[in-house]
């Protein structure tokens, strides 16, 4: 699977994938990152690709014209199967979006800055508009690197334990259970005798409605979607 990320401020993404298991990731063959420089786009002498807004109002808009070039140049190298803008206004990111993007083969994230992108490139080449949350960032790039992040570790063979992401929280609309470790006594907190019971029918029952539970007392709008 390939990520193509463009962003005025490439060095803000090298660090979220050069760790754990994005950098296994890629080390395994199974994703491919890359971050292009928007600035490497820009015709102007001084690298710049943001103007002030047309009607006035405060902050910079990214301009058209560079987003356009470095698209184009990538669509005519291969197809994208979606082209995702990150903004506030597009739609909240959850786990059956992440589900359904990590089918897919390429693509393409666009990290707005300053006031944001012109309308223009949202109208002609984004398919999709993702929001992480009703706040507003700095940019698009801690966006972009939490939505690849969350694709990545879906994709069969990242993850060194099957398993391990079908029963992440909200994967069946539930949170997850407590999970506990050694020791089985830490200074008089026990952990239930239920998980050290070694009965696989019972635990799952149990998990189940430790789910439940979790789920009604902190998300209740997970069980009444």
């Known amino acids: 699977m390939r990520f193509d990320?463009?962003?005025?401020?490439p060095d803000l993404l090298e660090s979220p994938f050069a760790h754990s298991i994005l950098q296994r990731a890629k080390n395994k063959g199974l994703a491919e990152i890359h971050v292009h420089n928007l600035r490497d786009y820009s015709t102007n002498k001084h690298k710049s690709v943001d103007d002030y807004p047309y009607g006035g109002g405060s902050g910079m808009v990214l301009q058209i014209e560079p987003f356009a070039r470095c698209i184009e140049q990538l669509q005519a190298e291969r197809a994208y199967d979606e082209i995702i803008y990150m903004t506030p206004d597009g739609e909240t990111f959850n786990q059956d979006i992440a589900n359904g993007l990590s089918t897919k083969?390429?693509?393409?994230?666009?990290?707005?800055h300053y006031k944001g992108i012109d309308q223009r490139i949202r109208d002609i080449y984004v398919t999709k508009e993702i929001s992480i949350g009703d706040y507003v960032l700095?940019?698009?790039?801690?966006?972009?690197?939490?939505?690849t992040d969350a694709i990545i570790r879906l994709i069969p063979g990242v993850l060194s334990d099957e398993t391990s992401a079908l029963s992440d929280s909200f994967q069946d609309g539930l949170l997850d259970a407590p999970i506990y470790t050694r020791p089985a006594d830490w200074k008089g907190h026990k952990v239930p005798d239920i998980l050290l019971s070694g009965h696989e029918a019972k635990i799952?029952?149990?998990?189940?409605e430790q789910q439940l539970k979790r789920t009604q007392e902190r998300r209740p709008d997970l069980l009444n979607d």
């Not at 083969?105 to 707005?112: F, T, V």
């Open 105 to 112: 083969g390429n693509i393409m994230i666009l990290c707005g």
């Open 138 to 147: 700095s940019g698009g790039e801690l966006p972009a690197a939490i939505v």
């Open 204 to 208: 799952a029952t149990w998990k189940h």
């Open 5 to 9: 990320i463009i962003t005025v401020l």
